[in-house]
């Protein structure tokens, strides 16, 4: 959870990110650089992709920790909206940090299906997003790790209850060796969703008992 009181007690803070997490990650640097703090982004293991280059502050990224940080803020599992958090506490939002949340929103698979999310997109236009150049690299530009992932997974899918169910078994290896984000995972569940009567999509780790790891 990212908490604004905790940046502000600081004075030097990591943020750890990954490719699902750099949008919200760079509108973050943003507003701790305002605050006059020491602040660094530090990728995980994987590189980010160059399609989030036109992301701001994408050149910023450092592969390493600080070791002077007081504080670390990893958004890699985060929960929180940013942006909510930022309206909740009245936070001024710049041109860079609406292109970063806007892009943020973007790559959520459920981007157009949840009423928050437009919303949510069409205030930070009005805060001067950067829309063209988030979609052209966002969304008109695939990654071969998807296409990659999506060929192991396709040959995967078994259909239960008369087809209504459609169950992915995944492996620990297949988002490594791809070099594809639970982001790619999860475009990939709601293309399955397209499949004649399939109506819920569920994916199960297969070497840790058929583990449920998500479900839509």
Same mark, same amino acid.
């Given at each position: 959870m990212v908490s604004l009181k905790a940046i502000e007690k600081s004075k030097n803070i990591s943020i750890l990110t990954d490719n699902d997490s750099f949008g919200d990650a760079s509108a973050l640097y943003t507003y701790i650089l305002r605050l006059h703090k020491k602040v660094s982004l530090v990728q995980s293991e994987r590189a980010l992709q160059?399609?989030?280059?036109?992301?701001?502050?994408?050149?910023?990224?450092?592969?390493?920790?600080?070791?002077?940080?007081?504080?670390?803020?990893?958004?890699?599992?985060?929960?929180?909206s940013l942006?909510?958090?930022f309206r909740e506490n009245a936070v001024i939002i710049n041109e860079k940090m609406a292109t970063a949340l806007y892009a943020s929103y973007l790559q959520k698979p459920d981007c157009y299906s949840q009423k928050k999310?437009? #919303?949510? $997109?069409?205030?930070?236009?009005? *805060?001067?997003?950067? /829309?063209?150049?988030? !979609? &052209?690299?966002?969304?008109?530009?695939?990654?071969?790790?998807?296409?990659?992932?999506k060929a192991?997974?396709?040959?995967?899918?078994?259909?239960?209850n008369n087809a209504k169910v459609a169950i992915i078994s995944?492996?620990?290896?297949?988002?490594?060796?791809?070099?594809?984000?639970?982001?790619? #995972?999860? $475009?990939?569940?709601?293309?399955? *969703?397209?499949?004649? /009567?399939?109506?819920? !999509? &569920?994916?199960?780790?297969?070497?840790?008992?058929n583990k449920l790891v998500r479900i839509i």
């Open positions: 160059m399609r989030l280059s036109c992301i701001p502050w994408f050149d910023k990224v450092k592969k390493n920790l600080s070791v002077s940080s007081d504080l670390i803020v990893d958004l890699r599992e985060s929960k929180t942006y909510e958090l999310n437009i #919303l949510a $997109l069409s205030e930070l236009l009005l *805060l001067k997003a950067d /829309h063209e150049k988030c !979609v &052209l690299f966002l969304q008109q530009s695939l990654p071969l790790s998807l296409f990659r992932l192991i997974l396709f040959a995967r899918v078994v259909l239960h995944v492996q620990e290896d297949d988002l490594k060796k791809t070099g594809a984000t639970m982001y790619d #995972l999860e $475009l990939i569940m709601r293309e399955i *969703l397209n499949i004649n /009567h399939v109506q819920t !999509v &569920l994916v199960i780790d297969e070497e840790n008992e």
